[in-house]
């Protein structure tokens, strides 16, 4: 089998109850046959449009000659360097694809100036006149990609150089973008509109950039073919029938709705971050949901789990058994890339037929862009922070939590609102590329406040897991963080800079967040490098 899933202990009797109830509807085959009625009438019209990526690896076969074309293309005009512009499915598919192959491929989903800034001017890879720039939208009006086209081109026409060589644009036909890319002679990938962004893997939005960066996707498309007759198949061995059991079933009356995804020895890098954006913006509404938790082996929710938490260990072959022996209760996984890629999908819509919501609409994703808009638009003024400690600006949503007139009590006090079933929320609105060790914080905002803690970048999460946040169970609390620096970026025809631009998004999602009553605590890093610091010490 091209992929294995081993579950024991309490998550077996639940696997147990749910599977006869998938296999005797006819789950699998109604979602390999495009059944859109599956997941009842409301989600019908839906369903429908957005049920073409079970025929992706056919559909997207012809693809892997144009792509290695282009490649061969490009390499002859010099180019050595791909970097691509996506949010959400658009970013993390092509990342898992060319981080496993050991390929290099810079992604840029962030508006964050000085990450930009990185993207355009280059690294040991080559520089601005060694790059194309892949351009990744399903609506073609994103606007973190559209604004870093217009930077891209900008740069490249002081150059000298024409954008036209060296720009590949990946978005659903009839889109804006698509109108604009043939105006200016870009090349063009025409996506799948059957398709939506967190299920486009195998589509064009997950094969054009990685084909282009050097992994090889025919392969992946082998791999995910060689799994299609396991997950279509109407038995309980199915694998996807017994993951989407094991992650949305319920024992009893209980359902643990946090999913801790742990990396253990596995090939494949990254994963979990995809999983992450496919299963919680899938599920992440009505007030419902599986809240996906990035988790590293020895993180203090693998040590001491939680009651609601089901732990997930993604492996290689060779530990299968050592690892069930040691962690039983847990579900292990391993397969291929491409093995990965299908189960999950399926499994992930499965799991929206056991919640009876829709998995394959955000309706809660567009609430945060609005209000972003709306701020950009209206430019108010800054507000003044509750309190200033160590050049850290402390804002909150509830005066109450400001009371201690400190960092750590902020946090403290934070933390008290929790349930026994809530999650903290860490979404850090900086660059990834200068301040990667602020993802150590979230191992000990989980230590510290006893809860399942996520950690997003952003604005890459708000396409992703901000479903979740807004649309699923009310139980988050959450901490932005800032950045304040002197580094800007214009955005060419815009009214607004991109520092303008990720402050806007900051605060749009806060003020939404807000508005459902979510307590939301931002953090403002006037000096950045050297106040990570003090964020760790004050969640000890």
Avoid: C
């Avoid at 962004?197 to 094969?207: E, K």
Wanted: net charge negative; aromatic share 6%; no cysteine.
């Amino acid at each position: 089998m091209s992929f294995e899933i081993h579950v024991s202990g309490r998550v077996a009797h639940v696997v147990d109850a749910t599977v006869p109830r998938l296999i005797d509807e006819l789950v699998a085959s109604r979602i390999t046959a495009a059944d859109a009625d599956l997941w009842g009438s409301a989600a019908a019209e839906e369903a429908a449009r957005r049920l073409g990526w079970v025929q992706a690896v056919s559909v997207s076969r012809p693809l892997v000659a144009e792509i290695e074309a282009l490649r061969v293309r490009l390499g002859a005009l010099g180019i050595s360097r791909i970097v691509l512009a996506g949010m959400g499915g658009s970013s993390l598919a092509p990342e898992v694809i060319t981080q496993t192959a050991g390929v290099p491929l810079v992604v840029l989903d962030s508006t964050s100036p000085s990450q930009v800034l990185a993207a355009i001017d280059g690294d040991a890879r080559g520089d601005l006149a060694a790059t194309a720039l892949v351009v990744a939208s399903k609506s073609g009006s994103t606007v973190e990609t559209d604004s870093a086209l217009r930077a891209f081109e900008a740069a490249w026409r002081d150059l000298g150089i024409d954008p036209a060589e060296r720009t590949v644009v990946v978005t659903d036909p009839g889109s804006p973008l698509e109108e604009l890319a043939r105006e200016a002679g870009y090349h063009i990938f025409a996506a799948d509109p059957t398709v939506g962004g967190r299920y486009s893997a195998l589509t064009a939005f997950g094969l054009v950039p990685a084909g282009l960066a050097g992994a090889d996707i025919g392969e992946l498309l082998d791999e995910a073919e060689a799994t299609l007759l396991e997950v279509a198949i109407d038995d309980a061995r199915n694998p996807a029938l017994v993951l989407a059991a094991a992650i949305a079933g319920v024992d009893g009356t209980h359902r643990r709705d946090k999913l801790g995804l742990v990396s253990d020895g596995t090939h494949i890098v990254g994963l979990p971050d995809w999983v992450e954006q496919l299963v919680a913006e899938s599920t992440g509404k009505q007030g419902t949901g599986i809240l996906p938790v990035v988790l590293a082996p020895l993180s203090p929710e693998v040590d001491q789990t939680p009651a609601d938490m089901q732990i997930l260990r993604i492996v290689d072959d060779a530990v299968h058994f050592q690892i069930l022996e040691q962690h039983p209760d847990e579900i292990v996984i391993s397969g291929s890339l491409g093995a990965q890629f299908v189960v999950w999908e399926y499994a992930t819509a499965i799991a929206g037929f056991l919640l009876e919501i829709n998995p394959f609409d955000q309706p809660d994703v567009e609430a945060a862009k609005t209000a972003a808009r709306g701020l950009l638009a209206e430019r108010p003024a800054v507000t003044e922070p509750a309190f200033v400690e160590g050049g850290i600006e402390v804002r909150v949503s509830e005066p109450s939590l400001a009371a201690s007139g400190t960092l750590a009590g902020v946090l403290r006090d934070l933390w008290e609102r929790l349930s026994p079933t809530g999650y903290v929320s860490l979404q850090a609105y900086v660059d990834r590329t200068s301040l990667p060790q602020l993802a150590g914080w979230r191992e000990l905002v989980a230590a510290d406040s006893g809860r399942p803690t996520t950690f997003g970048w952003g604005p890459r999460f708000l396409h992703s897991t901000g479903q979740f946040h807004k649309g699923g169970p009310a139980e988050g609390v959450f901490v932005q963080i800032l950045e304040s620096t002197d580094v800007d970026l214009e955005i060419p025809g815009r009214p607004f800079t991109f520092g303008e631009l990720i402050r806007a998004q900051a605060a749009g999602d806060a003020q939404v967040l807000t508005a459902l009553g979510r307590p939301v605590v931002t953090l403002t890093l006037t000096d950045p490098q050297t106040q990570v610091l003090s964020l760790f010490e004050a969640a000890q």
